[in-house]
């Protein structure tokens, strides 16, 4: 494993990249808002998509580089996202299939900038669906355009996505909350399961 730290638009960015031999495509996560790459679903995704021969990119977005907790406003964020999957794809993962994703608010940055960063499909873990001000974040999940993998835990506080065949929207849920720490078996399985369906595809 390896760091490097990348420039964007509002400060640098540090990535940890989890490479493998001959990678089949490369996998693009970030963090929750409070949180960290350490996160325990983070990791067990990681492990399964290096299972799975895709290399990973654990990415701390330029706030939490500067050693602040509260991300800033999503044009921000997804400003700084986009800075960093296409530094990535055009050296560190170049020519490779790019999927993106993350865990809550990292996952709806993955989702908001599908078009921007090219990926051929998005992971959410722990997809924060309903605000704490109660408005729905349904589009967000609807308009990513690719295939869609949401792993939520059956007692998410935030809600439960749907599943939406017709969107290519599959939805695993696990033991446990939004934090997803119950059940990394389950966790793992699911993503290990569903990017063999999507590197299949990719062929």
Same mark, same amino acid.
């Given at each position: 494993?390896?760091?490097? #730290?990348?420039?964007?638009?509002?400060?640098?960015?540090?990535?940890?990249?989890?490479?493998?031999?001959?990678?089949?495509?490369?996998?693009?996560?970030?963090?929750? =808002?409070?949180?960290?790459?350490?996160?325990? #679903?983070?990791?067990?995704?990681?492990?399964?998509?290096?299972?799975?021969?895709?290399?990973? =990119?654990?990415?701390?977005?330029?706030?939490?580089?500067? !050693?602040?907790?509260?991300?800033?406003?999503?044009?921000?964020? #997804?400003?700084?996202?986009?800075?960093?999957?296409?530094?990535? @794809?055009?050296?560190?993962?170049?020519?490779?299939?790019?999927?993106?994703?993350?865990?809550?608010?990292?996952?709806?940055?993955?989702?908001?900038?599908?078009?921007?960063?090219? @990926?051929?499909?998005?992971?959410?873990?722990?997809?924060?669906?309903?605000?704490? +001000?109660?408005?729905?974040?349904?589009?967000?999940?609807?308009?990513?355009?690719?295939?869609?993998?949401?792993?939520?835990?059956?007692?998410?506080?935030?809600?439960?996505?749907?599943?939406?065949?017709?969107? !290519?929207?599959?939805?695993?849920?696990?033991?446990?909350?939004?934090?997803?720490? +119950? #059940?990394?078996? !389950?966790?793992?399985? =699911?993503? !290990?399961?569903?990017?063999?369906?999507?590197?299949?595809? =990719?062929?």
């Amino acid at each position: 494993m390896a760091a490097i #730290d990348l420039d964007t638009p509002h400060g640098p960015a540090r990535v940890h990249l989890h490479p493998v031999g001959e990678p089949r495509a490369a996998l693009v996560l970030g963090h929750g =808002a409070g949180g960290g790459v350490a996160a325990r #679903d983070l990791v067990a995704a990681t492990k399964a998509a290096q299972a799975a021969g895709v290399a990973v =990119a654990l990415v701390e977005m330029p706030y939490r580089v500067a !050693g602040r907790r509260s991300p800033p406003r999503a044009p921000v964020l #997804d400003a700084g996202w986009t800075a960093i999957v296409q530094q990535l @794809a055009a050296d560190e993962l170049r020519g490779l299939p790019l999927i993106t994703g993350g865990r809550s608010s990292g996952a709806r940055v993955a989702c908001r900038t599908v078009q921007a960063t090219g @990926a051929i499909a998005v992971l959410c873990l722990a997809f924060p669906l309903v605000a704490p +001000s109660g408005t729905s974040r349904q589009e967000e999940l609807d308009g990513a355009g690719v295939p869609v993998l949401v792993v939520q835990g059956a007692s998410d506080r935030f809600g439960q996505p749907a599943a939406a065949p017709a969107l !290519g929207r599959s939805v695993v849920v696990v033991k446990g909350d939004h934090g997803l720490k +119950s #059940d990394l078996a !389950g966790v793992s399985a =699911a993503v !290990g399961a569903w990017l063999g369906t999507i590197l299949a595809g =990719a062929r």
